[in-house]
T-cell receptor, first 116, second 108 residues
């Protein structure tokens, strides 16, 4: 298994531009998570999906951020318009969770976003 | 939100045991204790988890206090590859809260 795949690995854009980050979860996993990591705030959960349905988006910072999961093998995180304070590493993770079980989330390599 | 408290950093010598503490005084009866670690320039990875009893796996051991208000991750023989940020997380079947973690430095 290739693990969680994210693209692009690095993105440099200018303020005001639209940015789309992509994620392919591990096949068979039914949960998908988007995290953001910065030095100031650490690792923050933005949104997570269960069976392609958004369950909790309370971590999404503002309306400029949106996430979709059109099918079980693909998700996007979009920022429009982007701002310099959005610069961070964005991680996608997936897991297969059962009640009464543990939660092993498998993380992708991350996308390092720089907004100039 | 379930909260954990960890030291910001710790240092260990190579091939010596390391005990990474975590306090979680507000833990509820159904919260699972998870440990993840993040190697430099990588995403976090699962290390171990537990509920009430001590746990062992190939990577580490997890010692859980009887009142469950604290736990300790034990690396039996630290290697240079174990240098990472270690996160103690309480999972309430909802969301993970990673906190700031403990940065472990391993000296050769």
């Amino acid at each position: 298994d290739a693990g969680v795949i994210q693209s692009p690995r690095h993105e440099v854009t200018e303020m005001g531009q639209e940015v789309t980050l992509r994620c392919k979860p591990i096949s068979g996993h039914d949960y998908l998570f988007w995290y953001r990591q910065t030095m100031m705030r650490g690792l923050e959960l933005l949104i997570y999906f269960n069976n392609n349905v958004p369950i909790d988006d309370s971590g999404m910072p503002e309306d400029r951020f949106s996430a979709k999961m059109p099918n079980a093998s693909f998700s996007t995180l979009k920022i429009q318009p982007s701002e310099p304070r959005d610069s961070a590493v964005y991680f996608c993770a997936s897991s297969l969770v059962g009640r009464g079980s543990y939660n092993e989330q498998f993380f992708g390599p991350g996308t390092r976003l720089t907004v100039l | 939100d379930a909260k954990t408290t960890q030291p910001n950093s710790m240092e260990s010598n190579e091939e010596e045991p390391v005990h990474l503490p975590c306090n979680h005084s507000t833990i509820s009866g159904t919260d699972y204790i998870h440990w993840y670690r993040q190697l430099p320039s990588q995403g976090p990875e699962y290390v171990i988890h537990g509920l009430t009893s001590n746990v062992n796996n190939r990577m580490a051991s997890l010692a859980i206090a009887e009142d469950r208000k604290s736990s300790t991750l034990i690396l039996h023989r630290a290697t240079l590859r174990d240098a990472a940020v270690y996160y103690c997380i309480l999972w309430d079947f909802n969301k993970f809260y990673f906190g700031s973690g403990t940065k472990l430095n391993v000296k050769p």
